[in-house]
């Protein structure tokens, strides 16, 4: 591992070379984000600003490695970190030495970026609940942890079109979005037998896609043979010519379903031939537990007997380093405490008694958002990300401040995502919005595409249709009258798509 660590600081060093040679105009944006993107590291569109992806594992966070966090962006004046939307933590606003230096520290504190963002597989998602969720047959925690350090020991070696996504989730709920990914597994119970059912060829962007089921189960001891022959698939049939069809959604389209089914399990065959790993057995939830409801959806009760996990949710995933400082705090002594983030930019806090749950929702309640539409999640958008269109989180927090103090208890959150990259997962989002550029008379204005109707679930995942184009700065006013007319109707987000009420409200927003 010492070994492997060096190497990584020496492709460290490398790309302090390349950002410099980028800052003084020898390399264009796209060559240096060609090395960069491997890194877990991007130009920011502001000159001279660079922002660093932190590799959580599958969201999990260790006490320590949240501590190392924040003295990062203390250290480096920052005052917030960003919870994505893919479970990881990423720090804005950056020079280029200061993110090769927190890089080779946190490589020493097994802390990673390799293969944070590029063509390689991409974190690995998991549901937050894993291992403590009422709903679950077992823990998938395990699974989803050994296919990412498989990835992480291999990203090296890897040569794809694009990138790969992989998920685990815990039950049907589908949280860790299992049905969407390139490839997700989802833990069920089989006769007895805990297994997985798998999904592939799925994901967000353009032209979205939801995964395909594969028919048989698999076992869980053969996950990374299932794994291993999807990289090799998609290094074999992705298109490495053009970009914007260089993900696994596109190779079934190709060949079609049958075909591509047919060639993944070829893979497989050859895969099982000529690779040994070793399996890890799953342990079945056995014990039973009488779950007392708190009336609080943010303090969720645990498996076990008198724990509870609490939700916080910072506005828009950018978590303050004040709040983030007391957390830290009031838990610093609390031995059994684990902090693990969602895909919806959420910190879940687990394993806290029911006090010291009250407590720290009492003393994070000013900052923290806790109805559906304040938790609405954004990508970070312009002025930041390279790719954005709009400013999503701008939008959010004006929705959010549109309908304070309104009864808000009908709407849903909201999914926004700056452009159609779907970092935000608008596509399948009970109602999202993707950012555009419209033109009015001689100007290039904001505006979103709004969809409605999507679902994620084990068996139950769909699209949401395209109900029209809203201009920025009139969404706000038309969340208040959805959120008015649901209220005097005391009609349910769902029933209201599928009568038309919510559309007709939409309508009247949007461009010819």
């Known amino acids: 591992m010492e070994a492997y660590k060096n190497t990584l600081k020496e492709e460290v060093e490398i790309l302090r070379s390349k950002g410099r040679e980028f800052l003084n105009g020898e390399l264009t944006r796209n060559e240096f984000k060609g090395f960069s993107g491997g890194m877990g590291s991007y130009a920011q569109k502001e000159a001279g600003k660079f922002m660093i992806r932190l590799r959580t594992p599958s969201g999990i966070i260790t006490k320590d490695h949240f501590r190392l966090i924040l003295n990062y962006a203390e250290n480096n004046g920052l005052d917030r970190i960003h919870l994505t939307t893919r479970q990881a933590v990423q720090l804005h606003d950056l020079t280029i030495d200061q993110v090769c230096d927190i890089m080779k520290d946190g490589i020493d504190h097994d802390l990673f970026t390799r293969g944070g963002g590029g063509n390689f597989p991409r974190n690995v998602a998991l549901s937050p609940l894993a291992g403590v969720d009422t709903e679950e047959v077992f823990d998938v925690t395990p699974y989803a942890r050994q296919v990412g350090d498989y990835f992480l020991e291999n990203v090296r070696d890897y040569k794809l079109p694009r990138k790969l996504k992989v998920a685990f989730s815990s039950s049907a709920s589908d949280t860790a979005c299992a049905t969407l990914n390139d490839l997700g597994f989802i833990g069920v119970i089989d006769e007895g037998r805990p297994m997985f059912r798998m999904w592939l060829a799925g994901g967000m962007g353009g032209q979205s896609a939801l995964a ?27 298109n490495y010519e053009n970009k914007s069809q260089a993900r696994t959604r596109f190779i079934p389209r190709r060949m079609g379903v049958e075909a591509f089914m047919e060639c993944y399990r070829k893979h497989l065959e050859e895969v099982k031939e000529t690779c040994a790993f070793e399996g890890v057995e799953p342990e079945l939830s056995t014990e039973e537990t009488s779950v007392k409801e708190t009336g609080n959806p943010l303090m969720i009760p645990q498996k076990q007997d008198g724990l509870y996990t609490v939700v916080l949710h910072p506005q828009c995933g950018q978590l303050l380093i004040k709040d983030a400082e007391k957390i830290y705090e009031m838990l610093s002594e609390v031995l059994s405490v684990e902090f693990r983030l969602s895909m919806d930019e959420e910190l879940y806090v687990r394993n ?4 010291q749950a009250e407590n720290l929702l009492t003393a994070m309640e000013s900052s923290m958002m806790t109805t559906n539409v304040a938790m609405s999640v954004s990508c970070v958008g312009t002025p930041t990300c390279q790719t954005g269109a709009n400013q999503s989180q701008k939008l959010c927090r004006e929705i959010a401040e549109a309908v304070n103090g309104m009864d808000v208890s009908h709407l849903p959150k909201l999914y926004i995502s700056g452009c159609p990259n779907c970092c935000s997962r608008h596509p399948v989002a009970s109602m999202g919005f993707a950012g555009r550029r419209v033109r009015i008379a001689d100007d290039s204005v904001e505006a979103f595409d709004c969809f409605i109707g999507g679902i994620v679930g084990m068996d139950k995942s769909t699209m949401g249709e395209k109900a029209g184009t809203i201009l920025a700065e009139k969404i706000p006013e038309m969340i208040v009258e959805l959120s008015k007319d649901l209220a005097e109707k005391d009609k349910e987000f769902t029933a209201a798509v599928a009568d038309g009420t919510v559309e007709a409200v939409i309508k009247k927003y949007c461009l010819a």
Request: cysteine-free.
């Open 212 to 238: 395909l089921p594969f028919e048989e189960l698999v076992e869980p001891t053969e996950v990374l043979y299932y794994v291993e022959a999807m990289v090799r698939l998609f290094a074999a049939e992705g």
């Open 352 to 355: 806290l008694t029911k006090i």
